[in-house]
């Protein structure tokens, strides 16, 4: 079983950043697909963005490409979302996935869960 644990929301000013964190445990990390998503009130789980087990570039929605970075590392067994000029619409719970071997940007990619952590944006 893969544990996750998420931190480093808040409330922040559009324009702002903030850089999340989740940390695994429970599995050899660089060995797990990792990934991010949100949820905002009345809306349905989006994808955020990931990064493969094996590495290489990640990969983004269109609604934060150029805005958010995701880099993991694994001597931390850490995955991080940095995130740039927030807007109003980033405001939303943001989780952390795992999947075994895994990568994707569907719900269904990930087997593994975090709790959440909240990200407010303000104007």
């Known amino acids: 079983q893969v544990q996750l644990v998420e931190s480093g929301g808040g409330l922040v000013q559009a324009g702002d950043s903030l850089r999340l964190s989740c940390a695994a445990s429970?599995?050899?990390?660089?060995?797990?697909?990792m990934g991010w998503f949100r949820q905002a009130p009345g809306k349905e789980r989006e994808f955020v963005g990931g990064?493969?087990?094996?590495?290489?570039?990640?990969y983004y929605a269109d609604t934060v490409k150029g805005r958010f970075t995701i880099s993991r590392d694994n001597a931390k067994n850490t995955v991080y979302l940095q995130m740039n000029s927030l807007k109003n619409e980033d405001t939303a719970v943001y989780y952390c996935?795992?999947?075994?071997?895994?990568?994707?940007?569907?719900?269904?990619?990930?087997?593994?869960w975090g709790q959440g952590t909240q990200v407010t944006v303000s104007s």
């Open positions: 996935a795992a999947e075994d071997y895994g990568s994707g940007s569907s719900l269904g990619s990930y087997k593994y």
């Open positions: 990064i493969s087990w094996l590495g290489g570039s990640p």
């Open positions: 429970g599995r050899t990390f660089k060995n797990l697909g």
